[in-house]
């Protein structure tokens, strides 16, 4: 006798694509970009500072066209008069700043709050300009975070954090990070990542602790040799960039190890150890050569990032990105007058 059909049966989950890592690469090398760099100091200097904003294009061309992804590169897109005419409204804003100042004093503290609450403002626009002119395979990135949040992550809790001597400050980190991933696409694929901010007071509370560590060695140092004290500065600085080298890394790993985009994800594997070495050489290299391996410095620290930096592709990349294409090419890409209004993020 036949069994019946159970038409009710719960179907197999669909199994998860296989993830191919695809490693990012950088191809720049010290001497090609020390040309570009010389030519950029020179002109910067002989203009006056209005030559900035096409040093700084040049630079990012090179940068990004030195770094690929599989068989292509990224690309750099800014015009340098958008960079040129956000320069120029920062700088007339700072001018105005010190001429009401001069002349009123009393109004220095209240221009300085109207400028926190402008900051949140330029974050956008900074991150948006960034993205849109970054580019890899013909798809722009996109940004699509508000004022709101960037007030709450870049000036509430930073305010906040240092009401509370710092205790805030790792949940701040964990916003502003998480706002930032969040908030970007590529073409109209967005990035997540479910970042925690027990995670980041596990990676600040140990960075507290090695820098007592040190700071305990250094005293013992001090009450046992004596003589030593004079050359204290020169051997605890190197402690201390160990905490900073320490931050960096975890945070980026952190963060870049549970960002996603879409079924993609991505893996960075920096220690702290070798990046504080290529930190702390770097400037002590450029110190001997006063500025001069400027250039070799910056391009050791993208190869070892790049280096260090993987995308588990889900599939394949080539049909991921001609979806993007397909996307980007049926709604258009958003353009605008986005100046760059640059902002350390």
């Given at each position: 006798?036949?069994?019946?059909?159970?038409?009710?049966?719960?179907?197999?989950?669909?199994?998860?694509?296989?993830?191919?890592?695809?490693?990012?690469?950088?191809?720049?090398?010290?001497?090609?970009?020390?040309?570009?760099?010389?030519?950029?100091?020179?002109?910067?200097?002989?203009?006056?500072?209005?030559?900035?904003?096409?040093?700084?294009?040049?630079?990012?061309?090179?940068?990004?066209?030195?770094?690929?992804?599989?068989?292509?590169?990224?690309?750099?897109?800014?015009?340098?008069?958008?960079?040129?005419?956000?320069?120029?409204?920062?700088?007339?804003?700072?001018?105005?700043?010190?001429?009401?100042?001069?002349?009123?004093?009393?109004?220095?503290?209240?221009?300085?709050?109207?400028?926190?609450?402008?900051?949140?403002?330029?974050?956008?626009?900074?991150m948006m300009f960034r993205h849109f002119n970054t580019r890899y395979r013909n798809i722009r990135l996109g940004f699509?975070?508000?004022?709101?949040?960037?007030?709450?992550?870049?000036?509430?809790?930073?305010?906040?954090?240092?009401?509370?001597?710092?205790?805030?400050y790792p949940y701040a980190a964990c916003r502003q990070q998480r706002w930032l991933v969040n908030n970007s696409r590529?073409?109209?694929?967005?990035?997540?990542?479910?970042?925690?901010?027990?995670?980041?007071?596990?990676?600040?509370?140990?960075?507290?602790?090695?820098?007592?560590?040190?700071?305990?060695?250094?005293?013992?140092?001090?009450?046992?040799?004596?003589?030593?004290?004079?050359?204290?500065?020169?051997?605890?600085?190197?402690?201390?960039?160990?905490?900073?080298?320490?931050?960096?890394?975890?945070?980026?790993n952190y963060t870049v190890n549970n960002a996603q985009l879409g079924e993609h994800q991505f893996e960075s594997r920096?220690?702290?150890?070798?990046?504080?070495?290529?930190?702390?050489?770097?400037?002590?290299?450029?110190?001997?050569?006063?500025?001069?391996?400027?250039?070799?410095?910056?391009?050791?620290?993208?190869?070892?990032?790049?280096?260090?930096?993987?995308?588990?592709?889900?599939?394949?990349?080539?049909?991921?990105?001609?979806?993007?294409?397909?996307?980007?090419?049926?709604?258009?890409?958003?353009?605008?007058?986005?100046?760059?209004?640059?902002?350390?993020?």
């Open positions: 006798m036949n069994e019946p059909v159970d038409t009710h049966a719960t179907p197999a989950p669909a199994a998860e694509p296989k993830l191919n890592p695809v490693d990012f690469q950088f191809h720049g090398k010290a001497g090609e970009f020390f040309r570009i760099w010389i030519v950029n100091v020179c002109l910067t200097i002989i203009t006056l500072g209005i030559y900035s904003a096409w040093a700084k294009v040049r630079t990012n061309q090179y940068f990004y066209g030195h770094t690929s992804l599989g068989d292509s590169r990224f690309e750099y897109t800014a015009q340098p008069m958008q960079i040129l005419k956000g320069r120029l409204i920062a700088f007339g804003a700072f001018m105005l700043y010190q001429l009401i100042v001069s002349i009123m004093p009393i109004l220095g503290l209240p221009i300085l709050l109207i400028f926190a609450l402008v900051m949140p403002w330029i974050i956008v626009r900074s699509t975070g508000n004022y709101v949040d960037a007030l709450i992550a870049y000036v509430a809790l930073p305010v906040g954090s240092a009401l509370t001597l710092g205790l805030l590529f073409g109209k694929t967005p990035f997540s990542a479910q970042l925690k901010a027990g995670a980041f007071y596990s990676i600040y509370l140990a960075a507290i602790f090695l820098a007592i560590s040190t700071g305990i060695l250094f005293f013992m140092v001090e009450i046992s040799v004596p003589t030593m004290l004079p050359l204290l500065p020169l051997f605890l600085l190197p402690f201390y960039y160990l905490v900073y080298a320490y931050i960096k890394v975890h945070v980026t920096m220690k702290t150890l070798p990046y504080l070495w290529i930190f702390f050489s770097n400037m002590i290299v450029m110190v001997l050569t006063l500025g001069l391996a400027t250039p070799w410095a910056m391009i050791r620290v993208a190869r070892y990032r790049a280096d260090c930096t993987t995308a588990q592709v889900a599939g394949d990349l080539d049909q991921f990105v001609q979806v993007q294409q397909d996307q980007q090419n049926a709604l258009g890409e958003e353009l605008g007058e986005v100046l760059d209004l640059e902002f350390g993020v």
